[in-house]
Structure formats: structure tokens, C-alpha cells
């Protein structure tokens, strides 16, 4: 599937029907688990009502770093094969991963200060999440910098790479250090540690926030791929 997708022509015949149909699916699942999450789902016996907050936090967590490692993949793929649509994928990805990995930290510390007593902790969490959102804005901003795209893809893929070793810092990091964050609740060995009636509003707005990427990967890359055709025919008019 990833080869035959890797053709631009066949990618974008493919993403015209396919990102308004994740976009859908996001918007329905997202109105399911919102209301579910907040009205429907039972306060937890020692967080009460703030336990709500999970519902934006945790998927925002997971899918920050799940996009990072998309973008990890890609810039691999980009950097080895030297293939364009690739490094168009790591860069339309980064954004909406900054995004979720933003939403992930303000969620985080408003959770944080009626539960701990603060808003922010230097803790081995919250500082590797903190460290994923600033690797984020450089890779966007690296982007930025360079005029030549084959030059900023090549540095901004090297940078992704590098910043891949930060995942499991962040994964294991309530394992390696005393920390304020409460060690994992869902993949851990013995199973969840959460009420069952929880986990379904938790992986319906998981499954939102996935469905949601998919469609907005799928825009932005075909707003990138737009750009570089007018570009290229600019640059063939200048030339005629």
C-alpha cells in the first residue's frame, strides 16, 4: 500500500475521496466521545470530575509521539531513498504533531494544579514531553529557515532522527525516575488499571484524534504538492 502510494499521482487520486472520509470519521467519533468523556463517564473515586480531563490528554500524549515517529519513518525513508513525498510527509505531519503535543502539556498542567498543587513540575515527564514540543518547533522552524528544499529536508530529517531517542525517555521515564506523574495506567504488564467504563469514551476520542491526523496529513500534503506544481510550472513559464 505505501509503495503503490508513494507515486504523487497515485497518492493524490487516492487522498481526494480518502481525507474527507477520515475527516468524517473524526468529527463523528469526536462528537461520540467529547460528550461521553465529560457527562456520561463516572468521576473517579480520588481525582473526581478533573479525571475528565484524561479524555483530550491522554490521546494528545499518545498521538504526539506516534506522529513523531511517523515523521521518524518518513525522514528515514527521505534521507535513505531520497524519496520527495516522503520529506513532504515528515514536513506536513509536524505541525498538527506540535498541535496535539501543545494540547498534551496545557491539558496536563490544568490537571496538575488542583491534583498536585502546581502547575509545573521539572519531573522526567513533563520535561521529555516539554523537550518533544520544543524538537517539534525547531524541526518546523528549520523548514522554515532554508530556502533550498532538498537542503532543509535533508538537515530537518537528520534533526527528526535524532529526536527519535527522546520516545522512550518520555515512555519510560516514570519507570527510570521518581516522578510526580503517576506511573502507565493502560500498557502495563498485569493490564489497565482504569475502570472499564472509562476506556470507552478514552479510545473513541483516541481513535477521533487519529482519524482527525490522517485527514489533516493527507490535506496538508496535498496543499504541499499543489505549491511545488505551480511552482514548477512558474519556474517553466520564467524559463519559456
Known sequence: ML???????????F??????????????LLAIGVPWGLFYSPADYQQGETVRIMYLHVPSAW???????????????GLVWRHALADVAARAAAPIGATFAAVCLITGSLWGAPTWGTWWEWDGRLTSMLALF??????????????????????????????????????FSVDWWST?????????????????????????????????FAALLMMNMRAAVFRRRVEAARLR????
Open 134 to 171: 520544543i524538537i517539534y518547533l525547531g524541526y518546523i522552524a528549520l523548514w522554515s529557515a532554508i530556502e533550498d528544499e532538498e537542503k532543509a529536508a535533508r538537515l530537518a530529517a537528520i534533526l527528526c532522527l535524532v529526536g527519535l531517542v527522546n520516545l522512550p525517555i518520555i515512555k
Open 3 to 13: 509503495t503503490y502510494l508513494a507515486n504523487p499521482a497515485r497518492f493524490m487520486a
Open 180 to 212: 510526580l506523574h503517576q506511573p502507565a495506567s493502560i500498557m502495563r504488564a498485569g493490564g489497565s488499571s482504569i475502570h472499564p467504563s472509562m476506556m470507552g469514551p478514552l479510545f473513541t476520542m483516541a481513535g477521533g484524534f487519529l482519524c482527525l
Open 63 to 77: 498521538w504526539s509521539m506516534g506522529i513523531y515517529a511517523f515523521m521518524g519513518a518518513a525522514s528515514f525513508v
Open 237 to 240: 513559464g520564467t524559463e519559456a
Open 15 to 28: 487522498s481526494a475521496w480518502a481525507a474527507p472520509i477520515f475527516l468524517v470519521a473524526a468529527l463523528v
